[in-house]
């Protein structure tokens, strides 16, 4: 029994030292690295219309995990949903996005930020017709505080494009009336 007591005890001093013993600072990379705020243009929550100025839907996108990763949750004005995952893959330095849709379709497209905004190319997976195809995205921060998303898909292997989704996001209005 004393010798039952005695590693207890032991136990108790050994692990009162190890939580006395000063903890390593924080690191937070994706803080620190500005290649991780490039997209930070979209963060917001906002109305989406499409380009002749009927809403398309909502859009929240919010920065997560550290700074890691860009977290989009997407509602249509018919009611569909999506949710993308972005994140800088730093290996490879560039921008990822991987979205899917409630109605099964996939989009898996990286690249980076140029001159025109932030353009990712891949494919779109379409669950209901069993296809995929080439897509392409480019984010477009506006001068007077929209961003403008513009998605295009590829019938013939990149060859043409033509417009899939032109966006328009607008940051809803707080009312700050209830305060």
Known sequence: MKSLISIIIMSLLFLAGASCAEAPARQYPCQENKQ????????????????????????????????????????????????????????????????????????NIRGGLTADGMLLVGTIHTVGDKTTQPFRGLWTALPDGRVRQFFEISTDDGATWATWFDGYYTR???DKSSD
Do not use: P, R
């Open 172 to 174: 809803k209005v707080v």
């Open 36 to 107: 991780f705020d490039e997209f930070d243009f979209w963060v917001g929550d906002w109305d989406v219309h499409g380009a002749a100025g009927k809403l398309a839907g909502s859009n929240v996108i919010s920065k997560s995990h550290n700074g890691c990763v860009l977290i989009e949750n997407w509602t249509s004005a018919g009611g569909g949903t999506g949710m993308s995952i972005n994140y800088f893959d730093h290996a490879n330095k560039e921008w990822v996005q991987i979205w899917n849709s409630g109605d099964g379709s996939q989009i």
